[in-house]
Structures are given as structure tokens and as C-alpha cells.
């Protein structure tokens, strides 16, 4: 019977059970200097996010506070303390100006006045008197150096000018389909030229008003050196017109 008996001999994967292919006996050391270079380059970038956050961090912030500006109109010291002025002692009422001609004073706006051709000036008049004064009927001439004579733009006006696209001074050689450019003015912009306005009718007892005039000097050179305020209709109590207010804008 023992003759019978035959061995079958199976060959086995050794490297199967072990878990691993043979034919690809470096993966693990790969897989190895992967995770070092990996783990290496971590603090790496974490460094370079930190940096990224940082940056943009700082840039909001510059620029959340640009876009929520809003205008607040300056508070108005007594019309004599402004260098041109002209006080009328007698009538106990005086009226002054201040251009906002340069960019730092002009910061106050968000609307570029100078890039559209619109000079504001700061209009101030105080009464120290007992009885209410009328400026109802008050008529403010800018006269220039080379005697041209500005009148205050209406709101309209500048809205016109604001909303008004520019003209394209650089023409194509050739006709090109181009899209149309749309002036635009927002509700934000509009708010702010109206409330700057100087809109008082009336001059209280010991009081003072105050608000922006805005002159169209788009055609206009240095029109505020050597220019004069030529101001009319101011009225006292009783109906009676005070002399007219000069105010030299060169003080």
C-alpha cells in the first residue's frame, strides 16, 4: 500500500502571503522618501500661508475703510476766522470762503470735483446779531483774475457733467465695432453732492451756515489766484438789502 502513495509538492508565493510583490520590492523606500519630503516641505508652506493670510489681512484692511467712506461735511468755524472773509461789523454779519483746491483738502469727497472741471469752495456766513438775516434771495458771482464771472452749478448740473462719458480723443485707424460707453452715476455720489450743497434760506440769531458752492472752471485757468467772491441779496429782518460782501480768495 505504501507504494501507492504518491507527494504532490505545490509551489508557494511566499512574498504573497507576506503581503508584499515581489516585483516591486523599493515602493516602501519610495514611499518612504515621499513622506520625508512631504513632512519637510510642511513648515514651508505653512510659513508661505501664514504670509498670504498676513498680506491680504493688511490689504482689507486698507481698502474696507475706502469703500465705506462717507462724506461729513466740515464744521464751520465763524465766518471771520477764514482768510478771505468780509465782515460787516455794523450789520453784525460776515461771510467767508474757503477753495478746496488742493488734493489733500479735496480728500474729504469721493467724488472727484478737479478731474471733472468743478472747483468747490466752502461757503460760510455767521450772524451775530440779535434778528434772523435772509439769504434767500443771495446771489454769489466768482469773478476771476482774467474777469470771468462764475455762478454756482446746480446739483443737475453736476450730475450732467459727472454722468457724461468721455469722449474717446484717440481715434482707431481703422472702424472698429466698439461697445458703448455708458456714463454712470451712483446713489451714493448723488447723496453726497446734494448734502454738500450750501442750502440754507435764512441766518439764525448768533448762528452759522454753512454748505459747498461748486464752480464749473473746466475752461477756466488758476481760477482761484486773484479771483474775487462777489456776494448780493442778503437781507436783515426787515426786508432791508445789506451792501453787498467782497471776498478776495488770493488772502
Do not use: W
Request: with cysteine; glycine share 4%.
Amino acid at each position: 500500500m505504501c507504494s501507492d502513495l504518491r507527494f504532490q509538492i505545490y509551489p508557494v508565493n511566499l512574498s504573497a502571503l507576506c503581503g508584499r510583490d515581489p516585483k516591486n520590492r523599493t515602493r516602501p523606500a519610495k514611499r518612504n522618501r515621499d513622506t520625508h519630503y512631504n513632512r519637510s516641505m510642511q513648515p514651508a508652506l505653512k510659513r508661505r500661508l501664514c504670509r498670504v493670510l498676513v498680506i491680504s489681512c493688511v490689504l482689507a484692511g486698507f481698502a474696507l475703510p475706502a469703500a465705506a467712506k462717507d462724506f461729513v461735511k466740515p464744521v464751520a468755524s465763524p465766518a471771520k476766522s477764514y482768510p478771505a472773509h468780509d465782515d460787516h461789523v455794523a450789520d453784525k454779519v460776515a461771510i467767508g470762503a474757503d477753495p478746496y483746491d488742493t488734493p489733500d483738502k479735496a480728500k474729504i469727497f469721493s467724488v472727484d470735483f478737479r478731474e471733472h472741471g468743478f472747483l468747490p469752495v466752502f461757503f460760510v456766513v455767521t450772524n451775530d446779531g440779535d434778528q434772523p438775516v435772509s439769504i434767500a434771495n443771495m446771489q454769489v458771482t466768482l469773478t476771476t483774475a482774467g474777469r470771468a464771472k462764475l455762478t454756482p452749478a446746480s446739483p443737475e448740473d453736476i450730475f450732467r457733467r459727472l454722468s457724461k462719458p468721455q469722449a474717446n480723443t484717440h481715434p482707431l485707424p481703422i472702424p472698429i465695432p466698439q461697445k458703448k460707453v455708458k456714463g454712470a452715476l451712483s446713489q451714493k455720489d448723488r447723496d453726497e453732492i446734494e448734502s454738500a450743497q450750501f442750502a440754507a434760506k435764512a441766518v439764525e440769531p448768533h448762528t452759522t451756515q454753512s454748505g459747498f458752492l461748486f464752480f464749473d472752471v473746466e475752461d477756466v485757468s488758476g481760477p482761484v489766484a486773484g479771483a474775487h467772491i462777489y456776494v448780493t441779496g442778503v437781507n436783515d429782518a426787515k426786508g432791508t438789502e445789506l451792501m453787498y460782501f467782497e471776498l478776495a480768495m488770493d488772502r
